[in-house]
């Protein structure tokens, strides 16, 4: 049963990944992705139990970033006519490029170990509940979760420095006016 | 006394012991699901007429009056209208995405019913994350929204689907920041197991200052997430004609319409459970008379009762205030709310850890 089930959903989930990048309209394309990762959360909810993760999924994911996805497409108003054409050797190199990454994917996940790790009372209880999600990651992995909230927080004051408004040349129209 | 617990359980056992599991599973969804769809056609009368009344209380004129006793027809003749009216699409329209859009807005309004618990022990899913499943599916409306604005082809829908999706992507997060003070409180995210936490009183009260601090920034912040005035950009009529379904007619437009009402119900229902304790009666802390006293009225009439007045809140809103400009809005959050929930909830953190609640 969960077996079966686990390959409809993967199913659903390959052929909504194919399909954003078959679709000639790039906001055709976020919308299939929006699907692929409400896929992606089912997976997580209903193979691995992990309620909690799967929730952020949709939230951080299909809720928060793929919005400002669509936002940036919906102003820049791309559609299929506007799509410029890439040349064959592009294709072809972006093809091989995808394929290694493909390989290097497959060869790393070949040989994983797929137990559950860590003490007999964390495998008793679900490894997706909040409770025990908190405690590994601010007991076990504190230090890398401090480092990867620091990169974000560099991340953001990036992202304010580069959108900051440039006073020192005003521009009208295409000409800077000093 | 009546109980909406006992009618589900004695319905339950009936279905299990006439029928197979399976097919008694079964039943109850296809209950369930009348259930959602009977609720949400009732709360879009009752709603929509509610707001047309108090409009015209706030406004010192009658309201509807002419269709049936004090006009309270009114709602079913709108809606026998809409329902006859042509659904027109647009030539240059997405016709798909264009038609899909208003199904995309309804079922996340249905599916954020799931884990409200209505009265004691009538709730559709007790989800052990409830609190954040209801901001997930909460965050998917916009991409409905998004969908109607640009399959349109309209600029004046687009403009107000770009205006809607910045209001609900910013004030998402003061609003989660808003429910998260309330989960350090009662220590867990489910519905039920926040109710029973305010079993000595609602946490409001218990909670202090901060408590009442989050919910006037989770009121704005709700307010705004649904699009209503005074944040009501994504439609703002003398701008935009109607923002995001300017194109839509009869039973296409009745669907946002509808999912607008429906979706200030929910957020009314979440407000009403984490900070006036959803069915959970009036008690103050040891008082057992008087805790007694006030169990007598039904669990149902607390929920509806605190839904509603919330609601008549932000009606009250609505009539009240002007219309914010798109940079007083987007200001209002990023300088003003975000940094204050964030305090906050510092605050709410410092206060839980020292105890200093009820």
New interface residues.
Partial sequence: MLTSAFYFIAFVTIFFAIMVVVSK?P??SV?YL?LTFFCISANYIFMLDA??VG??N??VY???I???F??VL??MNLNAIAEQKRSVLFKISAAVTGGMLLLVLVAALKDANLQIQGSALEAEQRIG??KVLGYVLYSKYQLPFEVASILFLVAMIGAVVLGKKDNSTKTIGIEPVK | MFSLENITNTTHTWLNQTFSPTLALLTEFLIVGVLVIGLFAVLGLVLVFMERKVSAVMQIRLGPNRVGPMGIFQTLADTLKLVMKEGLTPNGADKFLFNLAPFVVMITAMLILAPIAFAKGFQMWDINIGVLYVSAISSISVIGILMAGWASNNKYSLLGAMRSGAQIVSYELSAGLAVLSIVILSGSLSISDIIASQQNGWWIFKGHIPAIIAFVIFIIAVTAETNRAPFDLAEAESELTAGFHTEYSGMKFALFFLAEYVNIFIVCAIGATLFFGGWMPFHIGSWTAFNNIMDYIPSSIWFFGKTFFLIFLIMWFRWTFPRLRIDQLLNLEWKYLLPISMFNLLLMTFVAIMGWYF
Avoid: E
């Fill in positions: 309209n906001i055709h919308l929006v309620t909690f929730m952020v949709v939230i299909a809720g928060a793929m919005v400002l669509l936002y919906m102003m509940s909040i």
